[in-house]
């Protein structure tokens, strides 16, 4: 099974980092984004209570077919801790179909089709998607429909899966940059069901059995959370009747009651610094938390073109960071959607002497968004090279399959693939200027680096930090449940 980040939310722009010598101050015109148009997209409802979403995409030759699974808000604290991800991984591990018993065999099939199955946890909804060719779209379905109804969840498969997500998870400690993302999660998000990395907790990992998978297995993957969507070299009348044919007859177990989610502790200062003495570099997570994706409403669009303004390589944080100051490699600024919370984050690593004019700079870039309505010619030309990058995504069926699952399972219309470039252009500077004024003040910031070498020149200028030593927290995070 792959695992991929192709389910990035929309609004992530990453910074392409060029070499000193090709960098640009005064960058050529974007030209404009061409609009995206409307494919033709078909719907039906089975009676089982599954959707099924065909958007037509000629020429590609290809075709992307998933499911999407809308986890319920009282499971959401459970996905992340193991079970999410847990169940994702095991799908390709064997099924109850004679034929696929084995992952060998899984494997051999998927390789019949030359395709493989990528996977998701995003907390609120978990994927699972394959791309094939058109004309092994039948085969395809009928595959997907046994990985993802009919899971063996085999004993064997879960020991070899955990041992292996377990490793994973202490060399991603070793990791800064992991370390900063986890922390601001574990301080910051504690109080929502993001509070865990989505690769799951180590002592939910260890402690997980197989019942505890099937129980959310059937808890979870049931027709009426469950969307099939195609995007693709299809006929979209035809692509519906042969899902209602293959996935109509499945009826789940009924669900099991929902476990008892964990309990939140107090929230520290609004600064958190990782203490790790042998680290070369500080890494630096500025970010403020945002309403859940319903809530946001109208500043859904503003936080996109906000994030624009200051995000990629001829965004203010990587101008004013790298290019003027050489402070860093580069910045990466992304605003992350989910159903209840939602956070905007910027990222970057400095040498440890420049932690404290890094990460003041930082917060100073961000706010000035606030202070001063940015020019109606830099808005549109940021906006334009963002929207770009985005209809560039929606080139590919993965890419495709990526934009409208995020409108299904936000319940968000269709049609915003074709209106969503008209919306963020008429966004003023002034509307941009209200959004960073509605969400600053949440700001808060996790940095991880040699505190002895910029601890007390910080606590100077913006006052005591929670300081925690980069032992302490692995613990913490290795005990959390």
């Known amino acids: 099974m792959r695992s991929s980040s192709w389910w990035i939310f929309p609004l992530l722009v990453a910074l392409q980092v060029m070499p000193p010598a090709c960098a640009q101050e005064n960058a050529p015109p974007v030209a404009s984004a061409r609009p995206f148009p409307a494919p033709v997209t078909a719907e039906r409802t089975l009676a089982n209570g599954l959707k099924v979403i065909a958007l037509q995409k000629k020429g590609s030759g290809v075709v992307t077919l998933g499911i999407l699974v809308k986890h319920p808000d009282a499971w959401l ?170 996935f109509g007859r499945f009826r789940p177990a009924p669900a099991p009651p929902v476990p008892q989610p964990p309990t939140a502790t107090s929230t520290p200062r609004s600064i958190v610094v990782i203490d790790r003495p042998d680290a070369a570099q500080s890494t630096i997570l500025y970010g403020f938390t945002l309403p859940g994706r319903a809530e946001l409403g109208r500043d859904f669009v503003r936080g996109y073109v906000f994030n624009g303004l200051l995000a990629g390589f001829s965004g203010r944080l990587n101008q004013e960071l790298r290019i003027k100051r050489g402070l860093t490699y580069g910045v990466r600024s992304t605003v992350d959607t989910r159903r209840q919370t939602s956070w905007y984050t910027a990222r970057l690593a400095t040498k440890p002497e420049s932690t404290l004019e890094a990460f003041a700079l930082v917060g100073e870039v961000v706010s000035a968004v606030n202070a001063t309505p940015a020019a109606g010619a830099e808005l549109d030309t940021r906006t334009t090279a963002t929207l770009g990058a985005r209809a560039t995504n929606l080139t590919t069926t993965e890419g495709l399959f990526e934009q409208v699952s995020g409108l299904v399972m936000y319940d968000q219309p269709l049609s915003t693939l074709t209106t969503f470039d008209q919306q963020a252009r008429q966004v003023t500077p002034a509307a941009v200027q209200d959004f960073a004024r509605a969400y600053l003040s949440t700001a808060r910031t996790v940095i991880v680096g040699p505190a002895q070498k910029f601890l007390q020149p910080l606590e100077a200028k913006f006052g005591p930090v929670e300081r925690v030593s980069y032992s302490d927290f692995v613990q913490q995070i290795n005990q959390a449940k």
Do not use: C, I
């Not at 994702?88 to 696929?100: I, N, R, T, V, Y």
């Not at 779209?137 to 070899?160: D, G, R, W």
């Not at 990992?205 to 995007?231: G, I, S, W």
């Open 77 to 246: 604290p459970q996905v992340n801790s193991a079970l999410g991800p847990f169940t994702l991984d095991l799908l390709d591990k064997g099924s109850l179909a004679k034929e696929l018993q084995t992952p060998r065999q899984v494997a051999e099939r998927l390789d019949s089709l030359g395709t493989g199955l990528d996977t998701a946890n995003r907390t609120d909804y978990s994927s699972v998607r394959m791309t094939v060719l058109a004309q092994n779209l039948n085969p395809a379905l009928s595959l997907l429909q046994v990985l993802v109804t009919q899971p063996a969840f085999s004993k064997e498969e879960l020991a070899k899966a955990q041992n292996l997500a377990l490793s994973r998870f202490q060399a991603d400690l070793d990791e800064s940059n992991f370390v900063a993302g986890s922390a601001f999660r574990t301080y910051f998000l504690q109080k929502s069901p993001y509070r865990a990395p989505e690769t799951g907790l180590p002592t939910s990992l260890k402690a997980l059995t197989r019942d505890q998978v099937a129980a959310f297995h059937r808890a979870n993957y049931r027709p009426e959370q469950m969307t099939l969507l195609l995007t693709g070299e299809l006929e979209v009348q035809k692509v519906l009747d042969r899902a209602e044919a293959v």
